[in-house]
C-alpha cells in the first residue's frame, strides 16, 4: 500500500495485547519495509514479550535507513537479553539520533547487555539514549561491561539510565561516572541506582560534579492488588513524567 509505505512517523500500542506472537512478530517485521520512516514508537508492556521481539525491532531499525528516533517500551515482559547483543548490532549500524528503550520489570543478566553497551558505544550519530533496567538482574560485572561501552559514545549529549532494584556496587558506579565524566565534559547525566548497595555519599559527589544521581532506597509500593511487573511499569511512568 503506497499510503503505508510513506508513513514517517508510526505509533504501535500493543500493551496487554491478545495478538498471537506470530501476529506481533509479522506486524513488526513489516516495519523494515516503510523506507520512510524516522520515527518509531513502540509500547508492548505486560504481554510476555520474549528476546525474539528485539530481533525483529533489530531488522527494522536495519531496514529503515532513514530512522532517527526509536522510542521502546516492553517493561513487565520476558526478556532475558538474548537479543540485545543483536539489537545492539542494529543500533551500531543505523544513523539513530535518539534511543529510548524501557526493559523494566524483565529478567536480563546475562553477557549480551554488556555487548548491547559496547556496540552502542561505537553508534557515532547517537546524541541521546535513555534506557531503563530497573527490576532486573544485573549484577556489577555485567554492568561494567556495558559501562565501559556506553562510555566510547562519542557524539552521545544526553544520558538517562535508570538501573534501580538490581546488584550493582559502589566500585562499578564510580568507573562509570569518572569514565563518562572525563571524556563527555558536556554530557548531560541522569541515573537512578535506588534499591542498590550503593551508600549515599556518592550520590553527594557525583552531584558536585554536575550528574543528577539517585542512590537512595526507592520508597516501597503499596500493595493494592496489582503485579509486581504492573508496579514496576508505574513508577517509571511517574518518574518520567
Known amino acids: 500500500d503506497l499510503e503505508f509505505r510513506n508513513v514517517v512517523h ?17 506486524l513488526l517485521g513489516a516495519l ?14 505486560c504481554n510476555q514479550t520474549a528476546d525474539d521481539t528485539l530481533l525483529r525491532l533489530g531488522d527494522a531499525v536495519l531496514g529503515c535507513e532513514k530512522l532517527r528516533r ?3 517500551d ?20 543505523s544513523r539513530l539520533s535518539a534511543l529510548r528503550l524501557n526493559l523494566a520489570g524483565n529478567q536480563i543478566a546475562g553477557e549480551m ?17 535513555h534506557l531503563n533496567l530497573s527490576g532486573n538482574e544485573v549484577t556489577g560485572e555485567i554492568f561494567g561491561q556495558f559501562g565501559e561501552g556506553v562510555t566510547r559514545c562519542v557524539a552521545l549529549e544526553e544520558l538517562r539510565l535508570d538501573f534501580r532494584d538490581n546488584d550493582i556496587r559502589e566500585s562499578c558506579a564510580n568507573v562509570l561516572v569518572w569514565s563518562l565524566l572525563r571524556r563527555h565534559a558536556a554530557l548531560r547525566i541522569q541515573i537512578d541506582f ?29 500493595d493494592d492488588g496489582s503485579s509486581q511487573d504492573e508496579q514496576i511499569v508505574r513508577n517509571f511512568d511517574t518518574d518520567s513524567s
Open 10 to 26: 508510526l505509533i504501535l500500542d500493543m500493551d496487554r495485547s491478545e495478538a498471537g506472537e506470530m501476529e506481533r512478530h509479522a
Open 32 to 45: 523494515s519495509t516503510m523506507k520512510k520512516l524516522r520515527v518509531i514508537t513502540l509500547t508492548a508492556r
Open 70 to 72: 526509536l522510542d521502546v
Open 74 to 93: 516492553l517493561a513487565g515482559n520476558q526478556i532475558t537479553g538474548e537479543g540485545l547483543g543483536y539489537f545492539g548490532f542494529s543500533v551500531l549500524h
Open 113 to 129: 547487555l554488556g555487548i548491547f553497551g559496547e556496540a552502542v558505544g561505537r553508534c557515532a550519530k547517537l546524541r541521546s539514549l
Open 194 to 222: 535506588r534499591g542498590n548497595p550503593i551508600p549515599q555519599e556518592v550520590s553527594r559527589i557525583f552531584r558536585a560534579a554536575g550528574v543528577e544521581i539517585k542512590v537512595d532506597r526507592a520508597t516501597e509500593v503499596e
